[in-house]
């Protein structure tokens, strides 16, 4: 079963504007991390953002966590093309060691 | 330094037949885990090795499915019989110690069973 929830399932945006996601879960968490899947293939980190912290931000992205709301979101600014592809969250819960997906936002980023 | 790597990258074979998947993972690390993705859904946990001994088992479907790390490296998840519905792509993953920590992902093995 999935924990995570990503919302929107799809988004498509033009290049130079921001694209956000959400992420939303069910129980308490040790950290929630974002990932990045081109093509369907591997998938690259993002960010880790652990369940004392409210924001982190890496390069042009921007990552908030509320453990009142279950909830986290995945701000990217100044979208390029080369942010197309599937933005996964996946939490790691309390005592726990493996990650649990959600299905994925896929964004498109037109030129 | 170099990433995990999975062979074959690819792999079609037959109904029935028996399959290994290789994962290579990042030198270092002690925890390796084993997620299976299928089309439009996130990757799915099957099992989690620290050092030699798989630690948790639990995502692994049925007793069709085998993984092994014998030197606490690289590890081979083994499926025998295979079935249409084990059509997925099998990813492969390594953190430093476990629990909490980054995973750091392969490119995937792409199973077809035809």
């Known amino acids: 079963s999935q924990q995570g929830e990503e919302d929107p399932q799809a988004l498509s945006i033009q290049e130079g504007e921001n694209a956000t996601m959400n992420c939303s879960y069910k129980?308490?968490?040790?950290?929630l991390q974002w990932y990045r899947q081109n093509s369907g293939r591997g998938l690259v980190h993002l960010i880790l953002?652990?369940?004392?912290?409210r924001e982190k931000h890496s390069g042009r992205l921007r990552v908030t966590l509320d453990t009142s709301k279950k909830s986290s979101s995945l701000l990217i600014t100044a979208s390029r093309a080369a942010d197309t592809a599937s933005y996964f969250c996946a939490t790691c819960l309390s005592n726990d060691y493996k990650l649990s997906f959600g299905a994925g936002t896929t964004v498109t980023v037109r030129a | 330094g170099a990433g995990v790597s999975q062979t074959p990258s690819n792999k079609v074979t037959e109904k029935g037949k028996y399959v290994e998947l290789r994962c290579d993972p990042i030198s270092g690390h002690t925890a390796l885990y084993w997620y299976r993705q299928s089309l439009g859904q996130g990757p799915e946990f099957l099992i989690y090795f620290q050092g030699t001994g798989a630690a948790d088992d639990s995502g692994l479907p049925n007793d069709r499915f085998f993984a092994v790390r014998p030197e606490g490296s690289v590890s081979t998840l083994k499926i025998q019989r295979t079935e249409r519905g084990d059509s997925a792509v099998y990813l492969c993953?390594?953190?430093?110690?476990?629990?909490?920590?980054?995973?750091?992902f392969g490119p995937g093995t792409r199973l077809t069973v035809l």
């Open positions: 129980t308490s968490i040790n950290n």
């Open positions: 993953a390594s953190s430093f110690g476990g629990r909490g920590n980054e995973q750091f």
């Open positions: 953002i652990r369940s004392n912290e």
